[in-house]
């Protein structure tokens, strides 16, 4: 079964109270500033998460599928990921020990606008 985008925009509006239409709105948001700083050619790295960057696809030779004539394969920009250490520890952890039923995140969750002070909910949405 696939996840989509909008079953983890409802996951994350379940698990934090937030409107499930607000996080969407921050989610594409994210998303777009990550296309944006890879077609800068910059890195993006997320602690505890991984790191996202540009690799360089050097010119190489192939084969056309269909034909099996030889064709050159031009150099190519691809964007890459690598999950950091910590994510791979967890990651091994949930694929090995539990099912995915158990397994619950070990990172925090942002807390209920109810359960922040008003400086925080504040804080929150002008950073």
Request: charged letters at 30%.
């Amino acid at each position: 079964m696939n996840v989509t985008k909008g079953d983890i925009c409802s996951r994350v509006a379940k698990r934090t109270g937030i409107q499930t239409n607000d996080t969407k709105v921050v989610f594409d948001a994210v998303l777009d500033e990550i296309f944006t700083v890879l077609s800068e050619g910059k890195r993006i790295e997320i602690r505890g998460f991984g790191a996202f960057k540009i690799r360089d696809r050097k010119e190489r030779m192939g084969r056309n599928p269909r034909t099996g004539v030889a064709a050159v394969i031009p150099q190519l920009k691809v964007p890459f990921f690598k999950f950091s250490k910590d994510a791979l520890k967890i990651f091994g952890e949930k694929l090995i020990n539990k099912s995915p039923a158990e397994v619950k995140p070990k990172m925090s969750v942002i807390k209920k606008e109810s359960e922040m002070s008003p400086t925080a909910t504040a804080d929150r949405f002008n950073t």
